[in-house]
């Protein structure tokens, strides 16, 4: 699987849109970008995926670039409970392909 | 959606016992999982892959006598942390194919005294 890049760490205020990027340029054509994000002491938390089109559900919007090197994951409204290590991860889904772990943006949502 | 059950979540047990660990799919079968381990403010670092009988596959600097796993059923998967230390102390996690990407089990805070 390709490797990611993102930053350590961010802020963002009560109410805020929280933008975090993810660089993942080797990404190959039939690997899809991941997000997950890990609250303190639970196991990783699914949040959103997608190919190459943007992409939105009830937690968060996906924007990826049109040459798919990177993507931004949006959360438009933070609360504290979303406090947490995003991750972002390129899978090739058809394989059973083992996950590797960057080190992740731990997103601190403030007051 | 699909759920992969941890248990137990959290474990203290003596230096030199053996602690197991459960992971199971709720609501599907898995052919394969995944075993991690995560240290304090660190990322998850893979541990082995648990195949469906057959070995699991470690990764590299992982002692396959030290976690015994054992994926005898499609909905379970067990690693067994033998002959304990403290420094083995960390939160392990699994995680399986349902489908479409990734579930991860809650996690197992194991520490050992």
């Known amino acids: 699987d390709a490797k990611t890049t993102q930053p350590t760490s961010m802020d963002c205020a009560e109410g805020r849109a929280a933008n975090l990027p993810c660089n993942h340029s080797t990404i190959s054509g039939n690997e899809y970008v991941y997000w997950y994000r890990q609250i303190h002491s639970q196991g990783p938390q699914y949040i959103i995926h997608g190919l190459k089109n943007n992409e939105t559900n009830e937690m968060a919007s996906l924007i990826i670039t049109e040459d798919r090197k990177s993507s931004t994951l949006i959360l438009p409204h933070a609360t504290l409970r979303d406090t947490a290590v995003y991750y972002c991860i390129v899978i090739d889904t058809g394989t059973a392909s083992k996950l590797t772990f960057g080190t992740g943006t731990r997103l601190q949502v403030t007051l | 959606g699909a759920v992969v059950s941890q248990h137990p979540s959290w474990v203290i047990c003596k230096s030199g016992t053996s602690v197991k660990i459960e992971c199971r799919s709720l609501d599907f079968q898995a052919t394969t999982m995944f075993w991690y381990r995560q240290f304090p403010k660190q990322s998850l670092m893979l541990m082995a892959t648990s195949n469906e009988g057959s070995k699991a596959t470690y990764e590299q600097g992982v002692e396959k006598d030290k976690f015994l796993i054992n994926h005898a059923s499609l909905t379970l998967s067990t690693l067994t942390v033998t002959s304990a230390h403290p420094e083995d102390s960390s939160f392990y996690i699994c995680?399986?194919?349902?489908?479409?990407?990734?579930?991860f089990g809650s996690g197992t805070r194991l520490t050992v005294v």
């Open positions: 995680s399986a194919i349902p489908g479409d990407g990734y579930t």
